[in-house]
């Protein structure tokens, strides 16, 4: 009787995940911040690279003073089921009593950004036993303009009140952030506006009587372009993945290297004859004899339906066209740039052959959206 317990499906689609461009992209990053302290996020599974996959091939590698940012307590709590040493900090706080209690148990950061957040911590405070202090660190943001999450300007002395008397709960330094809303264009003003508002923010909280305050402003955008680097903390997100936070070409962001390609296969190829169409709406046809490949990813797969005809796919390493609509597993393909494909013949819809940014743009999107933004069913392969 034939064993099949061994047999595994091999996929069509799969994202490869260089771990040494992972890592060549954190040292760029640790050398542009003139050796102050990395919060890396690996919110959003990493953007689309593997929560895991990535803390896991940094942890052991990176500055211990360092640490991994998530958006939600279930991530942070799933890196140290995972094991991770490192620091971790839940940027959207705790929503209940019961995380600041994991904070405590499992040694993770929270921020808070609202009152209520804060009459928790307080009410956590009064809680611990007199020789007890909060194991977790503290990350009080401040809304310096960007109007999502943060305290306004105005609380700003209330706050310096009430964190005079937590202070004495807090094992760690309270560390004190803000985040640029337009960081990714260098010459924005409301860069300026907001690093003068997060200045007047530190001075009032330098001129305290909290004796262990840090500082975190700079994002991927104002860490490489040097913004703000008085700060103790930097936080880049996109750039760790090399990918580039700027609207235009930036010299530090060239030294970045892709760390995701997603990729596929030819599954078939065949010619059509003048005026014939391919795919749903028939919205692409031949204007002379094309040898066309068909390739297992669609947006099923997480590559947008948005993308239009023309935009480029490589085969084989070979650039050519997307033709026709993107359909859920399936995408057209002229192949008159790469004759001798065939199927089995590889793809790259983006990756280390292909800028994911300039896709996004064909697609009229962002390179965020389509990292974060591959499904399920997409295979991830670390190399």
Not at 1 to 14: E, R
Not at 222 to 234: D, G, V, Y
Not at 305 to 311: A, I, K, V
Not at 350 to 357: A, M, Q, R
Request: hydrophobic letters at 45%; glycine letters at 8%; aromatic letters at 6%.
């Amino acid at each position: 009787m034939q064993d099949n317990s061994k047999l595994i499906a091999k996929p069509l689609c799969h994202a490869r995940i260089d771990t040494s461009a992972l890592r060549h992209n954190y040292a760029v990053l640790k050398q542009a911040a003139s050796g102050k302290k990395l919060m890396l996020m690996v919110k959003a599974n990493a953007y689309g690279h593997g929560l895991l996959n990535v803390a896991n091939t940094l942890d052991s590698e990176m500055d211990k003073q360092d640490a991994f940012g998530v958006a939600r307590m279930f991530e942070a709590v799933q890196l140290r089921e995972a094991g991770i040493q490192n620091r971790v900090v839940v940027l959207s706080g705790a929503m209940s009593f019961s995380d600041w209690q994991l904070a405590q148990l499992l040694d993770i950061d929270l921020a808070i950004h609202n009152t209520e957040q804060l009459q928790s911590l307080q009410d956590f405070c009064v809680g611990l036993k007199d020789d007890e202090k909060c194991k977790f660190g503290v990350w009080l943001k401040i809304d310096t303009g960007m109007h999502r999450l943060g305290f306004l300007l105005k609380q700003v002395p209330q706050l310096i009140l009430d964190f005079e008397r937590l202070e004495k709960c807090l094992a760690k330094p309270l560390v004190v952030m803000s985040h640029f809303a337009n960081a990714d264009d260098i010459d924005d003003p409301f860069n300026t506006a907001q690093t003068n508002a997060f200045e007047s923010v530190k001075n009032a909280f330098e001129k305290s009587q909290i004796e262990r305050l840090e500082f975190s402003l700079p994002n991927s955008g104002a860490l490489l372009s040097r913004n703000n680097l008085e700060s103790t903390w930097m936080r880049p997100g996109i750039a760790l993945y090399g990918i580039s936070p700027f609207q235009t070409e930036h010299l530090e962001a060239s030294q970045l290297k892709p760390v995701m390609s997603l990729e596929s296969q030819l599954i078939s190829i065949k010619t059509l004859e003048i005026g014939e169409g391919v795919g749903y709406g028939q919205n692409w046809h031949a204007d002379a004899q094309t040898r066309i490949g068909i390739a297992a990813i669609g947006y099923g797969d997480g590559y947008p339906r948005e993308l239009p005809s023309g935009t480029i796919v490589n085969v084989d390493g070979h650039a050519c066209n997307l033709i026709g609509t993107v359909s859920m597993d399936l995408i057209a393909i002229d192949l008159s740039n790469a004759e001798m494909a065939e199927i089995g013949s590889s793809v790259q819809v983006w990756g280390d052959e292909l800028s994911v940014t300039e896709i996004a743009k064909a697609a009229n999107t962002i390179a965020y959206t389509l990292v974060c933004g591959i499904t399920q069913r997409v295979a991830v392969v670390l190399v």
